[in-house]
């Protein structure tokens, strides 16, 4: 079954997954580099683990409009998925992008952040936006500042340090600007 398309960018689809879509994700998962750089509790280990995430991936965009989305080349190559998590800790809504590592340093991350924050900015009422990077993981905290998150502080999850960044909705950044 072919989901609708959310965005397109210049050379990438984002579209909502289907159960069909559970080989991608296991594939996605089963390279521990890709596992290493995500949140504790981002990464799947298992292929219970990964029906489960996919099948609460789906819920989550019918129940709320938005949740982990599938993200492919415009010729339909799998990429990685993006799109947006709860942080249970603060139920603040946390950017995610998530991508093979075949598919690092092409320039993806920073084609998807900003057009993922435009989305989420026009498409929700929250009146900002989260990001966490793992400390030293210097490419993905350039994407996000490049895409206009700031670094607000540095938290320790699951003993691992991360850098939490933030980026505000536009109304409110015009307001109250952040300075980093």
């Known amino acids: 079954m072919e989901t609708p398309t959310i965005f397109e960018t210049e050379r990438l689809r984002v ?3 289907s159960m069909s879509d559970l080989p991608l994700l296991k594939a996605l998962h089963s ?3 890709v596992n290493r750089h995500l949140v504790p509790g981002d990464e799947i280990q298992s292929d219970a683990e990964a029906a489960e995430r996919l099948d609460n991936f789906i819920h989550k965009q019918e129940r709320f409009g938005f949740g982990q989305w599938k993200v492919e080349t415009l010729d339909g190559e799998f990429v990685g998925r993006a799109g947006f998590l709860v942080f249970e800790q603060t139920s603040e809504i946390a950017l995610s992008i998530c991508l093979g590592t075949k598919h690092w340093g092409q320039g993806y991350a920073s084609e998807l952040a900003p057009k ?3 989305w989420f900015f026009e498409n929700t009422y929250y ?3 989260i990001a966490f990077v793992l400390a030293g993981n210097e490419p993905s905290r350039h994407v996000m500042e490049k895409a206009g998150f700031t670094c607000t502080k540095r938290v320790l999850i699951d003993g691992r340090p991360y850098d939490r960044l933030q980026v505000l909705a536009p109304a409110i950044a015009r307001r109250y600007p952040m300075t980093a």
């Open 15 to 17: 579209l909502g997954f």
């Open 31 to 33: 390279d521990p580099e």
């Open 116 to 118: 993922l924050i435009d």
């Open 127 to 129: 009146t900002h936006l």
